[in-house]
């Protein structure tokens, strides 16, 4: 009867066959909330389309902007204050049956711990998750980011060795100028990126590079064609892990 109600619906309404379909979904799957930890809906958009392709059959995706914070965060004082607001989007996400996992979608991880404390459903941060798939086999892997606060990037390395991979980070790359300025332009951000990109795999020794930041991941999919050393998309890692987890026989 439920299919019945919704294609009578695209015969009176004109909705298309997409739109009932997800209705449909909605109301009968499994979702997996990406929450971005920053207020940039078309990043977090982008972010959750990415986490779409690797739940395709398994979940739904809903996405969420934490709206009181900023377009970027770029220090750890912006990551601290963003924690709040993820948890409270968490918390409020996690009443709903049919949510099965969560996903924190910043670099950082903010406020990743905070709402593994306070719900009873699989939190996952994009950071945790890409340093697991970077480091796999014991390659050595580094990171290329826009941000260069320093206390930020020493985050990256007390990361790297809270999750036993010391010995196989290569440390960071850092693109020039102002990242507010150059995440306006996918252009300009492809080629900066690259170029660190670059430096990583040649100076460092990387075998894999960690593309630091979620606002990032589109660039690490148009940049990959130039590469033979993997550039992990911190968005998927963690939507992959997150399908893993669901697909778990309980």
Known sequence: MRLKTLWAAVLTAGLSLSAVTSSFAD????????INPNSNAKATKSMADLARAESKGVALVEERSNEGAPPLLTTPKDMQNAVS??????VEAAKDKR??????SAFSDPGLEELRSAVNIPVFGIGE?????????????????VT??????RSFQEKAASLGYEKQYRGVRVTPGDPLELVKSPE???????????????????????????????SAIRLQPQFKVP????VSAAARAAVKEIQKPK
């Open 85 to 90: 607001g993820v948890v409270k989007i968490g």
């Open 148 to 153: 260069p606060d320093e206390d930020l990037i």
């Open 129 to 145: 998750e890409v340093f697991h798939e970077a480091a796999q086999n014991g390659r050595a892997f580094g990171i290329v980011t």
């Open 188 to 218: 300009k951000l492809d080629a900066a990126l690259a170029q660190a990109v670059k430096a990583s795999i040649r100076e460092d020794g990387a075998q894999a590079v960690i593309m630091g930041g979620g606002p990032l991941s589109d």
């Open 99 to 104: 949510v099965s996992a969560i996903i924190v």
């Open 231 to 234: 550039l992990v998309v911190a």
């Open 27 to 34: 109301t009968t799957g499994k979702i997996i909330v990406l």
